[in-house]
């Protein structure tokens, strides 16, 4: 009766967890909103926003796990003020093979940057990623560079500065000059390389009669509408280096919370900026200097990172000059690990690997060049399958001989249980003398499987926070591994227009991880109870339905594991006869166990 009551249980409390998943998904990973029509956006026909369609408002909308406007009046709106802010001709274009975009002369503001190698979404009409928009539209995010004056007039938002040249490529630099009335010239020199840094160097040349003192600063001024989901996971939100420590535990709500709305990190910058799970804008100080910093919520979701260098007393017929590096783009490991070499600290740890990065960089390492060679990340994350399960074959080896010894001794374990029945700590002692004497570890056969945890769990953050796995297709309908399979069989495919709930959204991928988990687990039997053989009969299809909202490059590493250890399991057997044939009495054992309690059920009553 207590066997049935606790398989009873179990089942409801699976169920809980299939009708709770679904819930779950859709809270710490939810889906972009739907795009709007073209019709019916107000933005394409110069009509006003309000005329578009708003679901909820974005202020209270969830964001997304890459980011990005979700309210469908927002991303009208934008779309609207793009257009009339970049039409503006007071702009200096900025065109490299990575990026592309203007700076705009009205401030000296960076505040138009997309991303040329990464696309929106995984069609090929896809718009390029945007990472700056200029302040105002709903995707506010920008870079500022100037002073604060004591005593003298310096630069503002609405100074209209002169540029020395129309774009600004990394083989041709941009200088920036505006002069005030009292004899002091400001000049901002903006230089690109080829990938993501953008150096600014600020100069303040005195003409004037009497020494000034300006105070140079630089900043990143974002919304957080925009911003990635931040889990407990992937970090999103303020990042920076202190003292050669990545900081990570600063999010976007400690901000707001703070006293005066601003949270002043401990110990010199190293870099300070705002990260989501793909992107990061960060300052990188002029290496001789110490500046001050902070993050700032400004209200109405508007935050910046601030960067102030200490006031420079500038005499008369000299100049004072500092430097600012910033990096806007793509978290691409190669690309950060290069400027790491170069001087920025842990520069590469902008990517959240967290505690467990001297193992999961490995794997990305190989993953990657993988790739390289095959040119693929699905044929690519088969390939690191069978190097794992190779490494770990001499480990397998060891756990069927162990898994042959414990079946040898099971006699003898039950002549000491039937023995010392009545006397629990007795016959555990014996138990484990037998242990001793026939040099038997009952723990021998789980080795595998913890040995498999932090490579999966290695594997799972690779395809969630790398870069380089976004948007990479593998074949047939998987056309993004770092997204779950697009597929689902309840709606035939898609055939019928509706998308079931996660915990129902069996695609092809889950449906082959559980009916390989079933085989393997079918060809190792193993001794127990008829209601553990039921529970265990269960696990195959349960982890399918809980894997099955994950990235279909989970899925593929698990089945591909599955299948090897099936053919690892088959070649062991052959060295393991006595092995196999003992499982396949215990299976019988199981079943006859299985078919007598039915049978029991069935009988009447004794009266």
């Known amino acids: 009766m207590d066997k049935n009551r606790n398989l009873i249980l179990a089942v409801i409390l699976t169920g ?71 039409a503006s001709p007071d702009r200096v274009a900025i065109e490299t093979p990575m990026v592309r975009g203007s700076i705009d002369l009205k401030g000296a503001l960076l505040d138009d940057l997309t991303l040329t190698r990464y696309r929106e979404t995984v069609a090929k009409d896809s718009p390029p990623v945007r990472l700056f928009s200029p302040p ?14 004591n005593g003298v007039a310096t630069p503002d938002a609405k100074t209209l500065w002169t540029a020395d040249g129309r774009k600004l490529t990394s083989e041709t630099p941009v200088t920036l000059t505006w002069s005030n009335q009292t004899g002091q010239t400001f000049a901002i020199r903006f230089a690109i390389d080829k990938d993501y840094m953008i150096t600014t160097t600020q100069t303040v ?43 990570f535990g600063t999010n976007y709500k400690d901000v707001t919370k703070a006293d005066g709305g601003t949270v002043t990190p401990a110990g010199k910058a190293n870099w300070i900026g705002f990260t989501d799970i ?141 023995r010392f029945k009545d006397d629990k700590q007795k016959q555990q002692e014996e138990i484990m003398k037998l242990y001793r004497e026939e040099g038997v570890n009952p723990l021998g056969g789980c080795l595998p499987m913890f040995l498999q945890v932090p490579v999966f769990f290695a594997l799972y953050k690779v395809l969630m926070l ?13 056309h993004d591994l770092s997204a779950p399979d697009p597929l689902h069989i309840l ?26 988990m079933w085989a393997q687990f079918k060809l190792q039997p193993t001794a127990m109870d008829p209601t553990q053989a039921q529970m265990m009969s269960l696990m195959p299809w349960f982890m399918m339905f809980i894997m099955a909202p994950f990235a279909a490059g989970l899925l593929i590493y698990w089945i591909t594991s599955n299948l090897l250890t099936i053919g690892q399991q088959k070649y062991l057997y052959s060295r393991h006869p006595q092995l196999k044939a003992q499982a396949a009495k215990d299976q019988q054992n199981i079943d006859r166990k299985t078919t007598k309690k039915d049978a029991a059920k069935g009988k009447p009553k004794a009266r």
């Open 16 to 86: 809980l967890i299939l009708l709770g998943w679904d819930a779950g998904m859709k809270y710490f990973y939810p889906q972009p909103a739907k795009p709007v029509p073209a019709a019916s956006v107000a933005a394409d026909a110069g009509q006003d926003a309000t005329a578009a369609p708003a679901p909820a408002s974005s202020s209270t909308a969830k964001p997304t796990r890459e980011g990005g406007l979700v309210d469908a009046t927002a991303i009208a709106t934008e779309k609207r003020d793009l257009a009339t802010d970049l």
């Open 136 to 149: 105002g539209t709903p995707a506010q995010y920008y870079a500022q560079f100037g002073w604060a004056g």
């Open 205 to 247: 040349t005195n003409a004037g009669g009497a020494p000034v003192v300006v105070t140079p600063f630089t900043r990143v001024n974002r919304t957080d509408k925009t911003a990635s989901l931040d889990t407990w996971t992937i970090h999103s939100g303020p990042i920076g280096a202190f003292d050669g420590t990545v900081d």
């Open 278 to 418: 793909y992107w990061l804008s960060a300052l990188v100080p002029d290496g001789k200097a110490k500046p001050e910093t902070d993050f700032r919520s400004l209200g109405n979701d508007i935050f910046q990172a601030n960067m102030v260098y200490a006031p420079a007393t500038i005499a008369p017929g000299s100049s004072d000059t500092i430097a600012t590096r910033l990096f806007a783009g793509a978290k691409e490991n190669a690309i950060l690990e290069k400027y790491e070499d170069q001087g920025i600290a842990h520069f590469s740890l902008a990517i959240d690997w967290g505690w467990f990065r001297w193992f999961e960089k490995p794997i990305f390492w190989l993953l990657d060049w993988l790739f390289k060679m095959v040119g693929n990340f699905g044929v690519a994350i088969i390939l690191l399958t069978v190097v794992v399960r190779g490494l770990m074959f001499p480990v397998a080896q060891r756990q069927f001989a162990s898994m042959a010894q414990m079946r040898a001794v099971q006699p003898k374990m039950k002549a000491i249980q039937d």
């Open 466 to 478: 790398t870069i380089e796995m976004r948007h990479q297709p593998f074949i047939l309908w998987i």
């Open 491 to 516: 709606n035939l495919f898609g055939l019928l227009p509706f998308t079931p709930p996660s915990f129902l959204g069996i695609g092809i991928l889950a449906l082959m991880l559980g009916v390989t």
